[in-house]
């Protein structure tokens, strides 16, 4: 695979958002967990084993761009470059606040040799959406 075909399928593959992260590997994931991480789906079920959306906040959703370090660090902070709030401002501050805080657990990720290599410096933009909440 030539080096600009490695490129794209990287940039592909991170765009894969946090909002249809693979369920059951997130299920099974501890929030915090030590597992190697070797992937993005991975690094996404990591971060996302920690986000707990607070109640009444369906729909909702909030895009980040940062980059990570090899050791599983963010280098600098989070930026938002996309929101769809609510018009209740409380409820739109706990959303957000709980993105940041998933994340702030989740770090640092702990990557593979490998994948750090691959990871470091790559700027993510991964989507927070707060799934419809079932009738029970």
Same mark, same amino acid.
């Given at each position: 695979?030539?080096?600009?075909?490695?490129?794209?399928?990287?940039?592909?593959?991170?765009?894969?958002?946090?909002?249809?992260?693979?369920?059951?590997?997130?299920? %099974?994931?501890?929030?915090?967990?030590?597992?190697?991480?070797?992937?993005?789906? %991975?690094?996404?079920?990591?971060?996302?084993?920690?986000?707990?959306?607070?109640?009444?906040?369906?729909?909702?959703?909030?895009?980040?761009?940062?980059?990570?370090?090899?050791?599983?660090?963010?280098?600098?902070?989070?930026?938002?470059?996309?929101?769809?709030?609510?018009?209740?401002?409380?409820?739109?501050?706990?959303?957000?606040?709980?993105?940041? %805080?998933?994340?702030?657990?989740?770090?640092?990720?702990?990557?593979?040799?490998?994948?750090?290599?691959?990871?470091?410096?790559?700027?993510?933009?991964?989507?927070?959406?707060?799934?419809? %909440?079932?009738?029970?």
């Amino acid at each position: 695979m030539s080096t600009r075909l490695a490129m794209v399928a990287l940039a592909l593959a991170i765009a894969v958002t946090i909002t249809d992260p693979d369920e059951a590997t997130a299920r %099974e994931r501890a929030c915090g967990s030590r597992d190697p991480v070797n992937s993005i789906a %991975e690094m996404s079920a990591a971060i996302y084993a920690c986000w707990q959306p607070p109640r009444g906040t369906a729909g909702l959703s909030l895009t980040l761009r940062f980059s990570f370090r090899r050791d599983g660090t963010l280098i600098g902070r989070p930026r938002a470059t996309f929101s769809a709030l609510g018009p209740d401002d409380g409820l739109n501050r706990a959303f957000v606040a709980s993105v940041l %805080e998933a994340l702030d657990k989740a770090l640092p990720i702990p990557f593979t040799e490998s994948m750090g290599e691959a990871i470091a410096g790559r700027i993510l933009s991964p989507r927070f959406t707060a799934a419809l %909440e079932r009738k029970s």
